[in-house]
C-alpha cells in the first residue's frame, strides 16, 4: 500500500532546533517510520526512514538503537558516511546500522542507556526490565513487586522507564495487576509511577501515565489517557503543568523546554472511554513544545499524512544527522576499521569510485549529478556497460524520457539480453505516448526473464491504458512482487476467484484515496458471492466505505482477531476475480452515499461550483497532475457563477489569493470525505485535476470536469473525453505537455455555457 508522509510546523518549531543545535528522533510504530527532524535555513525537515514497528529509542556518545518488533537495532555514528548519505552537505552525524539482537517478541517499549553504557529495556510482554547478553535473547533485572512470575501476558503493560544519575530509577505502568491482560480493567485511573530503588509508588490513580523522566530535580511524565504533562516535586502529589491535544507518549527536554510526543488514538477498544477522548474532539499527532515555567505551548510539528501515532521523542545533539535505512545500499559500502588497517587499504579503482558515486546520487534523487557522473565515465570508456546501462536509467527515474528513449535503445542493441534496460525502454516509451512500442519492449523483457515483477506490472499499467482490462489485470497483480507495494500479511489465503459463498471475505484497501473510491463501485458485487464482506481502508474513508450496500463492517488498520475472517483480497484485484472487462465494467451514475450522522454547511448560490488544483505532493507524478490556484484564475471571472474551494490543505497567501477572487474557502470544513462527499454532495459542477475529489464528485454522479496532464493516469484511457468508469465526468486533457493554459480556456468556455445553461 503506498503511504503519504507529510508535516507542518509552526517558526518556532524550525527556531527552537536552530537556537540548541539540535533536532530530533521520532518512532511511529502504526505508520512503520522512523523521523528524523531537522531545521533548514527557512523550514523544518521531517526525513522519513521505513523501519518495521520502531518504539523505543535510547542514544549515547556516538551510538543510538531502536527497539524494533522483535529485535533491538544498534546504529554507530560514522560522520565519514555523511557526505555519501543523500542529504546533503548539512549532514553532521550519520548513523549505521552496526549489529542487530534478536529479543524474541517482548513488545520493546521505553528503553534507555546506563552511566557505564548499558543498554536497558522495558520488556513490556514480560512486564519486566532486562538488559542484553550475547548468551541470551535478555536478562530480565527488575519486576514490580506484585509481579509473582515472568510470563509472556502484560499483565500491567510496564510501559515507560526514567533514569536518575545513570541508573534507571522510575517506571510507568498502566496497572498493579497479576493477571494477563489485567491492566486493561481500569485504564481511566489504574496507572501509576515507580520507583524500583524502594519499590515505592511515587504517584497512582493515573490515567495511562508514561514517559517518566527526572529532569531539574523533579519527576516529570505524562498522563497519555488525559492528555497532560505532570510534574512531581519530592514529597509533592502530582500536578497538572500543561493540556495537549492528544495521547502524550514520548518525552524529552532541551533547556525550559519539554518536548512532548502526541498521538491522535481512536475510539477503540483500548482507548475508549479516555478523558482525553471526551475532552478533545479533533485530537493531533506530532511533536509538542511546552514551556515547563509556565505550561504554554510554544512550537508544535504537526503530521498531516499518514502518521497517526507516536511512541518515542528523543533529542539529538547534531543539527542535521542522517540516519541509514536497514536496506539502504550505502550499508555494503561502508566501513569503520582501526587505524592501523586503515592504513594499509589499497588505493581505490578512480572509474570504480566514480560509478560508485555516480550510483550513490541516483539512488539518492540527485540525478543532474549522477547524470554528469555517468557522463563522464563515458567520456573515459565510451563502452563502459555498466556506465550506460545506469545513465540509461537514470534518465528513467528522472523522467527525461525522450533521453531516456536513446540512451537505451543504445543499450538494449549492444545488450538485447538486459531485460532491465529492455523493461525501462518500454516505460520510456510509454510515457511518450507510444503505448504500443513500450508494450512490446516490456513483453521483450518477460521473454527475457519470465519472473521479471516490474516488467510484468508495466505491462499490466500499459494494457489498461489501452482499456484491455481482461488481459492487463492478472499482469497488474504483479504489483505486489514489486519493492513498491508492501503485501497484505495474515495467514488466511487470498481469494482468487472460488466459491466463497460460506466464507468471510476481508478486502482490504490499496493506494491513494482516488484509488479506494474509485474500486468501492465493486464492493456490492463481491458482497454477493461471500457470506459477509469486511472492509479495512483509511479512518478518512471508513463512514463511506461502511455505507456502501453489501459492506457488514467497515474497519480502520489494527489488529483484527484471527477467526473473524476466511479468506482477503486487495480492494483493486476484485476487478480480475469478478470478471471485469470494458464490456461489463459496472459505472453506476452514482454509488456514494451519504451517512445521515455526517452535518456540514448549507453552501448558497446561483449556480455553485468546486474547483481543486493539486493533489498530494508524495504522489509520484504529482508534479503532473497538479497545478496552483492561479493556473484557475482565469475561470473565476465567468459570470453567474459562485465558486467554492475543495483544496486542503490551503496556505496563507493561497487563502488570501482565494477571499481576493470571492472563492468560499471550505478547507475547515474538508477533513473526513464524508465531511467532503456532504459539501460536494451540494455543488451543481466540480472542476478539479486528477486527485481524489473528482473521484468523490463523480461517484456522488456530479458533473466533474477533469484536468488531465499530458501523460494522465492509465484509468483515464488515452483519449477522448468521456470516462467508462464515470458516466458524469468531462475530461480535459493537455494537448502538449504542461500546457495548461489551453486547457483552462476550454474549460472556460465550457464554464460559460454550463453558466448559461444554469441560470
Known amino acids: ?407 537505451l535503445s543504445a543499450v538494449v542493441v549492444e545488450q538485447p539480453d538486459n531485460a532491465e534496460a529492455m523493461n525501462s525502454l518500454g516505460l520510456a516509451w510509454y510515457r511518450l505516448g507510444e503505448v504500443d512500442r513500450g508494450l512490446s519492449c516490456v513483453e521483450k523483457a518477460i521473454a527475457t526473464d519470465q519472473q521479471f515483477a516490474l516488467a510484468h506490472f508495466n505491462r499490466g499499467v500499459m494494457l489498461l491504458k489501452l482499456g484491455r482490462y481482461a488481459e492487463a489485470w492478472p499482469e497488474y497483480d504483479w504489483r505486489w512482487q514489486t519493492p513498491k507495494f508492501v503485501p497484505f500479511q495474515c495467514g488466511q489465503p487470498k481469494w482468487q476467484g472460488e466459491d466463497i459463498s460460506d466464507k468471510r471475505l476481508l478486502v482490504h484497501s490499496e493506494q491513494g484515496n482516488g484509488d479506494h473510491i474509485q474500486f468501492l463501485r465493486f464492493l456490492p458485487m463481491v458482497a454477493e458471492r461471500c457470506k459477509e464482506l469486511i472492509y479495512v481502508g483509511p479512518e478518512n474513508l471508513s463512514a463511506l466505505a461502511a455505507a456502501i450496500p453489501g459492506v457488514a463492517e467497515s474497519r480502520v488498520p489494527g489488529r483484527l482477531p484471527n477467526d473473524r475472517f476466511d479468506v482477503y483480497c486487495p480492494l483493486m484485484s476484485l476487478p480480475r476475480w469478478l470478471g471485469i472487462d470494458l464490456d461489463n465494467l459496472p459505472a453506476p451514475a452514482r454509488y456514494l452515499t451519504i451517512p445521515p450522522q455526517v452535518t456540514v454547511s448549507t453552501l448558497t448560490g446561483a449556480c455553485k461550483v468546486g474547483i481543486s488544483w493539486a493533489g498530494s505532493p508524495t504522489q509520484q507524478d504529482d508534479h503532473l497532475r497538479s497545478t496552483k490556484l492561479e493556473t484557475l484564475l482565469p475561470l473565476l471571472d465567468v459570470d453567474g457563477i459562485d465558486f467554492f474551494s475543495l483544496q486542503m490543505p490551503v496556505d496563507g497567501p493561497t487563502a488570501e489569493l482565494l477571499k481576493q477572487h470571492g472563492v468560499t474557502n471550505l478547507e475547515p470544513e474538508l477533513p473526513g470525505y464524508a465531511r467532503t462527499a456532504a459539501l460536494v454532495d451540494q455543488l451543481d459542477l466540480v472542476i478539479t485535476v486528477d486527485t481524489a475529489i473528482a473521484h468523490v464528485a463523480a461517484a456522488l454522479g456530479k458533473p466533474t470536469w477533469i484536468l488531465l496532464s499530458h501523460d494522465p493516469d492509465w484509468r483515464w484511457l488515452g483519449d477522448g473525453e468521456e470516462s467508462p468508469w464515470y458516466p458524469t465526468v468531462r475530461l480535459f486533457r493537455q494537448s502538449s505537455r504542461g500546457d495548461w493554459s489551453s486547457v483552462i480556456q476550454r474549460v472556460r468556455n465550457a464554464l460559460r455555457d454550463f453558466a448559461n445553461a444554469s441560470g
Open 1 to 407: 500500500m503506498s503511504h503519504q508522509f507529510a508535516s507542518r510546523n509552526t517558526d518556532s518549531f524550525r527556531e527552537l532546533l536552530n537556537h540548541f543545535g539540535i533536532s530530533l528522533l521520532v518512532s511511529t510504530y502504526q505508520a512503520g517510520q522512523l523521523v528524523a527532524i531537522r531545521a533548514e535555513a527557512d523550514n523544518v525537515n521531517t526525513h522519513f526512514i521505513g523501519c518495521k514497528q520502531p518504539m523505543g529509542i535510547a542514544i549515547k556518545p556516538g551510538e543510538l538503537a531502536v527497539g524494533i518488533g522483535h529485535q533491538v537495532v544498534t546504529y554507530r555514528n560514522l560522520p565519514a558516511a555523511g557526505p555519501k548519505a543523500g542529504q546533503g552537505d548539512r549532514v553532521d552525524a550519520c548513523y549505521v546500522p552496526r549489529e542487530t539482537h534478536a529479543t524474541g517478541l517482548i513488545d520493546i517499549h521505553e528503553m534507555g542507556y546506563d552511566a557505564d553504557g548499558g543498554l536497558w529495556l522495558v520488556n513490556t510482554a514480560m512486564s519486566c526490565l532486562c538488559t542484553l547478553s550475547t548468551e541470551y535473547s535478555f536478562v530480565p533485572r527488575w519486576r514490580p513487586p506484585f509481579i509473582s512470575a515472568y510470563e509472556l501476558a502484560d499483565r500491567c503493560h510496564l510501559n515507560g522507564l526514567g533514569f536518575r544519575d545513570g541508573r534507571p530509577r522510575y517506571v510507568s505502568m498502566l496497572g498493579r495487576t497479576d493477571r494477563a491482560g489485567g491492566w486493561r480493567e481500569n485504564k481511566v485511573s489504574g496507572g501509576l509511577i515507580m520507583d524500583i530503588d524502594s519499590n515505592e509508588v511515587l504517584a497512582d490513580e493515573l490515567c495511562m501515565p508514561h514517559s517518566p523522566r527526572w529532569y531539574r530535580d523533579r519527576l516529570w511524565f505524562l498522563s497519555s489517557g488525559s492528555g497532560h504533562l505532570m510534574c512531581a516535586e519530592p514529597g509533592s502529589a502530582a500536578q497538572v503543568v500543561a493540556e495537549l491535544p492528544g495521547f502524550a507518549r514520548g518525552l524529552d527536554f532541551a533547556d525550559r523546554y519539554a518536548i512532548i510526543g502526541l498521538s491522535q488514538v481512536r475510539e477503540s477498544a483500548v482507548f475508549a472511554g479516555l478523558p482525553l477522548t471526551r475532552r478533545v474532539e479533533e485530537r493531533r499527532s506530532g511533536v509538542w513544545v511546552v514551556d515547563i515555567e509556565n505550561g504554554n505551548t510554544v512550537a508544535f510539528i504537526e503530521f498531516i499524512g499518514n502518521v497517526q501515532e507516536v511512541f518515542a521523542v528523543q533529542v539529538l545533539p547534531h543539527r542535521y544527522p542522517a540516519l541509514l535505512d536497514l536496506d539502504t545500499p550505502l550499508i555494503a559500502t561502508t566501513y569503520e576499521l582501526p587505524d592501523d588497517a586503515l592504513a594499509d587499504l589499497a588505493a581505490p579503482d578512480p572509474v570504480q569510485a566514480a560509478l560508485d558515486k555516480a550510483t550513490r546520487d541516483h539512488l539518492d534523487g540527485r540525478f543532474d549529478e549522477a547524470i554528469a557522473g555517468y557522463r563522464a565515465i563515458i567520456g573515459q570508456q565510451p563502452e563502459h556497460r555498466m556506465a550506460n546501462h545506469r545513465l540509461g536509467l537514470c534518465f528513467v527515474d528522472a523522467q527525461r524520457w525522450d533521453e531516456a528513449v536513446e540512451q
